[in-house]
């Protein structure tokens, strides 16, 4: 029952059918919704908000920023926070309210936000850790985090720069280029087109 065993764990529903048993069982998870963190407030972070709510996130848009981070900016987030971005993560980190299951997606260009925080993601035990900017913003951030101790293994749970290669530039665009690395890092699916693969369509991840 390792498909039961995986839906429970990502938190989602379905009815599973065994056509060699003649058997059908419907899993019906319980789990609260599993969160997003976003960490700056700007307008990748709010497109990302929109999607994140739709995929059945619990989204939170977190900056120390207080003239930018307002609900008014932020329609569809379920919490919207003033803080400093690596204290309020370890705060809620500390509390229990970051699981295995929960995003994290840093926006912040400013490395004295931006490093501590995700130093403070790399060791958690989270579903997926990103970062948006350039290839060169890449290579500064991996140079600090790497002298603030972080360990080659936890930089390689670092998605940076953040997203699918889908070619768009807007941030809803891009927004859509996170969430679908977001959707493929949880389904253990490579972002291909499935018109360029053979194979079912839809694949159940097996159960850790």
């Keep these: 029952m390792g498909d039961a065993r995986a839906l429970l764990r990502n938190g989602d529903s379905a009815l599973l059918s065994y056509d060699t048993e003649d058997i059908r069982i419907f899993v019906r998870s319980l789990t609260p919704p599993p969160r997003m963190l976003l960490f700056g ?15 059945g996130y619990q989204v939170t848009v977190c900056d120390a ?49 931006d490093i501590p925080l995700l130093e403070t993601a790399l060791g958690l035990d989270v579903e997926y850790v990103g970062a948006l900017g350039s290839r060169r913003t890449h290579q500064r951030r991996t140079a600090a985090l790497r002298e603030a101790g972080v ?58």
């Design 41 to 55: 407030a700007g307008d990748f972070a709010a497109a990302l908000t929109s999607i994140g709510r739709t995929l």
């Design 65 to 113: 920023r207080q003239v930018f981070t307002t609900a008014d900016r932020f329609p569809d987030a379920d919490e919207v926070v003033v803080a400093r971005p690596d204290a309020y993560l370890a705060e809620e980190a500390a509390a229990g309210r970051v699981d295995a299951r929960s995003v994290i997606v840093s926006f912040s260009h400013d490395p004295k936000f």
């Design 151 to 208: 360990t080659s293994p936890a930089l390689g749970r670092l998605s940076s720069p953040v997203g699918l290669d889908l070619g768009g530039r807007s941030a809803a665009e891009t927004a859509v280029s996170i969430a679908a690395e977001i959707i493929a890092t949880r389904h253990g699916g490579r972002g291909v087109r499935l018109s360029d693969r053979d194979g079912p369509v839809h694949t159940m991840r097996a159960a850790g």
